[in-house]
């Protein structure tokens, strides 16, 4: 058996402004403090939990304690609530997600999700964009702080789910660099979405990449 793995926000879900957007108002909010112009290429481990632990390391020179974490987590989930009343829009599915998914399933892949999203919004953001994650295991940013730690658990996760004990091969479909730098560092081929034409994938070495699933293809 073969194994798809897919990140969330930017890949399955068009969530990448939105997502952004409420983290800084989030910050901002709770402990005024400015994300907006952050060079994320200084943060090592560009996930929920990553970034609350580089922002408090750079303002407080600590970490972001469990109650202020908590605090960071509960308040993006009111703004992302008042986000999807707001405009439904801004929690879409990325075109083709869904079909995609069930081809996958019908080839006999079997599928896992990876994101540095927290539990939360990550359930939140596959709800709100109609994504069928029902016998999907999902691996997020509660489980590990980094994307490489949040890969291995999804494929543990999907090795339970489906009982077997290797997969024959693992694919990964991501939006981002450091989607990029993480397959990298595991050995894993990575497939491209790339919604909005950057071409920064393509820059990376990234051979395939597509603008959404309508426009890829079944992994051979």
Known sequence: MKLALFDIDGTLTNTNHIDQQS??????????????????NECEHYTDSGIAEFV??????????????????????DLFFNAYEANEDDFSEVKGANDFLEKLKKEGWAIAIATGCW??????????????????????????????GIINKAIELAKEQYAVNEFEKVVYFGDGLWDVKA???????????????????????????YSDFDSAVIID
Do not use: Q
Request: contains cysteine; proline residues 4%; charged residues 30%.
């Open 183 to 209: 397959t990298s560092e595991l050995n894993i081929p990575m497939i491209g979405i790339d919604v909005k034409g950057s071409g920064n994938l393509n820059d990376k070495g990234v051979l395939a990449v």
């Open 23 to 40: 983290f800084v108002k989030a910050y901002k909010d709770l402990f005024n403090y400015d994300i907006s112009n952050v060079d994320w």
């Open 119 to 148: 539990e939360d919004s990550a359930i939140f953001k596959l709800n709100c964009s109609g994504i069928d994650y029902e016998e999907i295991p999902v691996a997020h940013s509660d489980h590990d702080i980094s994307r490489p």
């Open 56 to 77: 408090f390391l750079r303002e407080l020179g600590r970490p972001a304690g469990r109650f202020e974490v908590n605090k960071i987590k509960k308040h993006l989930m």
